[in-house]
């Protein structure tokens, strides 16, 4: 593909993770030397970008990913998934090692403990890419595991003017290269903290965009919800309260669903609301993919479900803005 009217315009590429999941029920996390029966074990397509993007197909995107995959089973079994569902999938191949692989302990409360493994042959570089599968699409994510080549993505887009989304759980070597390129930041609870010296994200996140000059940066909070900065002001979306099954994957639709919204040019309050509506209902399924709910299901949920206690009132945030100011 050496023109851009060789490649289709997408709505969401994303550049980064897919995983094959072993999920292993069990009634309890297994304390230090012991033993634990486990039930029926499953496995499932996952991966924090694979199903970001896989989500996005299903509520009527159009969508491609970029990822490299082993020379295994787990690769046809990516390939099958994202055939599937459509998803214009660019999967390299290394083809002597195994895919990556996650084993998911999964209690009865539904959280999960991940166990995982990736070959470093699987890295993705920056040179595999081609500048078209980013610059040809309306958003891009990545998760920045591989960073160098999610930098070379990240500028890319920012180069196009397409907005790029990230969602960090880890600090990876060379991260900040990836950062001075993304619009939306949005990571697990500690990561601001880690990169701003302070474990308040009231400050942490006006910090982290001061310093990255982001359009958002957020930090996911579980239960808690989410709670973001804008640049101006703080906001908060509280989680919603479901029949928690098993929480793989509730931040990739969190993601997913932030995105989707995002996209729709919806005001920020509710891309986060929608996004923790999204994240809720994956909850109640098995895997990462498995509670994917229709947009309608989502909107439902987001108009009528209860939520979990909020972790920050109005005026803790409009204090918090005042002093951000």
Known sequence: MTGLSNVEKVDVVGVGLNAT???????????????VAIRPTTVLPGGQTATAVVACQQWGLRTRYVGKVGGD??????????????????????????????????????ERTVLWRRDRRLALRPEELQREWIVNSRALHVDGHDTA?????????????????????????????LLKNVDYLITSRDIPGKLASTDDLQKSLPAVHRRFGCRLTAATLGIDGVLAWDGAQLHYAPAFRVDTVDTTGAGDLFHAGFIYALLQGWPLQKQLDF???????????VGARGGIASVDAIERLLATG????????????????????
């Open 149 to 177: 080549a999610a930098a070379q993505a990240a500028a890319w887009a920012r180069s196009a003017g397409v907005p790029v989304i990230a969602d960090l759980d880890e600090l990876y070597p060379g991260v900040e290269a």
């Open 21 to 35: 999941d072993t999920l292993i029920p069990v009634a309890h996390y297994p304390a230090r030397g012991t033993k």
């Open 73 to 110: 089973s787990a690769a046809a079994l990516h390939a099958a998934e994202f055939s599937r569902f459509g998803v214009e999938a660019h999967l390299l191949t290394a083809a002597d090692c195994p895919s990556q692989q996650a084993f998911i302990l999964v209690d009865d409360s539904g």
């Open 306 to 325: 209860p939520r979990y206690p909020a972790m920050f009132n109005a005026p803790v945030i409009s204090s918090a803005a005042r002093d951000c100011g």
């Open 275 to 285: 996004a923790c509506a999204a994240a809720a209902l994956n909850c109640i399924g």
